[in-house]
């Protein structure tokens, strides 16, 4: 198991400037007695002392280029915007039209639903006993004919 460990995470603490005052004297006492820990702190000071310091803060330059770029991409998405409204409300338009229409159109029967239609157009002509048109008397094979 590796007793240094919890010091190592320690180490990259102080160097963040983010250490505890307890953690340091902790670390610092264990420094004091662990050469590999004072090795590996001393590698991360060269390091560190090799990367040159970064400003915290972009240049006014940097930034102002920054917003305008994101200024000029919500005036894009807002130029957008009405138009996919209107492609959503003709789409809309649309589908409404098309229920509309199915639910307008008369009941048209297939082909295969024309017999059973005129049977039950006889039976009902038959039932009430009267017709608009000349009599049709029907046979067997059927075949009609009118009087």
């Known amino acids: ?14 160097m963040d400037g983010e250490i505890s005052p307890d953690d340091r004297e902790r ?6 007695s662990c ?10 000071m060269r390091i560190r002392n090799l990367i040159p310091q970064v400003e915290s803060a972009p240049s006014n330059g940097i930034a102002l280029r920054v917003l305008d ?13 009405p138009l996919m409204r209107r492609v959503a409300a003709a789409a809309a338009i649309l589908i ?3 229920v509309a229409a199915l639910v307008a159109l008369p009941d048209k029967p297939a082909r295969g ?3 059973p239609r005129a049977e039950r157009d006889l ?15 029907l046979t067997l094979d059927g075949g009609g004919s009118t009087r």
Do not use: F
């Not at 050469?35 to 991360?44: F, I, N, S």
């Open 1 to 14: 198991m590796d007793c240094c460990r919890p010091y190592r995470k320690l180490i990259s603490l102080e």
């Open 27 to 32: 670390l610092h006492r264990h420094l004091e």
């Open 35 to 44: 050469q590999k820990c004072r090795a590996e702190q001393a590698l991360w």
């Open 69 to 81: 770029g994101i200024r000029r991409n919500r005036l894009e998405q807002e130029r957008a915007l």
């Open 96 to 98: 409404v039209a098309a």
């Open 113 to 115: 639903d024309l017999a």
């Open 123 to 137: 039976k009902s002509v038959l039932i009430r006993g009267h017709t608009s048109g000349p009599a049709v008397s």
